[in-house]
């Protein structure tokens, strides 16, 4: 039994290495000696089951291995499970479909909805997606995923500014507000993959419902960016009057007003102008 918890031991220590990168021959070295200087000095103990126990850099090598095949058969006995393969296959990868990306993955999706029918029409899963409600709510998350995505990509953009900013964010809530009021009246022209099906009134209801809720907590996240002014001469500096400028501001506000080249970049870069070197 000792030899069994030595031998066990000599796994777990093994282990700890791997997981810490450290070299092999460190087990053998500094682990062991360490444990015997602590049970002869603190325990008073024999350290022979201490000195018995493989350390050595290949027995660490070899035990890792080891440990590492034991880790991949398991592996390989999840993946064969129904529900965890179909999650893994291959298919489902994006980097594996060049043309699919994580912004495109649900329009690709309603695309490829009856093709994918076919293959997983046996599936328990894909029951609740044939019904009529099923194919109205993924054609609504559609939509609402690709409308946020485009809004994502415009807020990342290099030369966005606050002013910029602000436009799209509540833009974007108008434009959840029309979808809503679309949705109401039955008509469905804003939302794409949405106005391709029936779409029953219990669903309707709920995908109001929803767009409201959107509405609410945009509005609630961006409470601070709603109530902030930008100054005239900030978002129209050709056009605003320089005594409502601050007075340090109003020679420097003055001399772009008159310079020409500033004028036409306005023109081209609007608010951006301000991010363009002199």
């Known amino acids: 039994q000792e030899e069994d918890s030595a031998f066990e031991a000599s796994y777990e220590i093994s282990l700890l290495i791997a997981k810490h990168g450290k070299n092999h021959i460190i087990g053998e070295q500094l682990i ?37 095949v034991n880790v991949e058969n398991q592996l390989i006995e999840s993946l064969k499970s129904r529900k965890f393969s179909l999650q893994m296959d291959e298919s489902t990868f994006q980097d594996k479909v060049k043309w699919l990306s994580s912004r495109n993955s649900l329009k690709m999706f309603m695309k490829l909805f009856d093709q994918l029918n076919d293959f997983l ?16 709510f993924v054609s609504y998350l559609t939509d609402i995923f690709e409308k946020l995505g485009n809004l994502n990509k415009q807020l990342q953009s290099v030369n966005m500014i606050l002013v910029d900013a602000k436009a799209k964010i509540f833009g974007f809530i108008t434009a959840l507000k029309i979808c809503q009021k679309g949705v109401s009246k039955r008509k469905f022209s804003p939302l794409y993959w949405l106005s391709k099906y029936e779409i029953m009134n219990d669903a309707a209801t709920i995908i109001i419902n929803h767009l409201n809720i959107l509405i609410k907590d945009f509005n609630n996240q961006f409470r601070d960016l709603k109530t902030m002014d930008f100054p005239t001469w900030l978002t129209q500096p050709l056009l605003t009057d320089i005594s409502d400028a ?29 991010l363009c070197d002199k």
Not at 40 to 52: G, H, I, L, P, S
Not at 121 to 136: A, H, P, R, V, W
Not at 246 to 274: I, P
């Open 121 to 136: 029409s046996d599936k328990c899963e894909m029951k609740m997606l044939l019904t009529m409600d099923g194919k109205t």
């Open 246 to 274: 601050a007075v340090q501001y109003q020679e420097e506000l003055s001399e772009l007003q008159h310079d020409e080249s500033v004028k036409t970049l306005f023109k081209v870069k609007g608010t951006n102008m301000w």
């Open 32 to 68: 062991k000696p360490a444990i015997s200087i602590f049970l002869e000095t603190v325990q008073q103990k024999d350290d022979r089951d201490v000195r018995d126990m493989p350390l050595s850099n290949n027995t660490v090598s070899n035990k890792i291995d080891e440990m590492g």
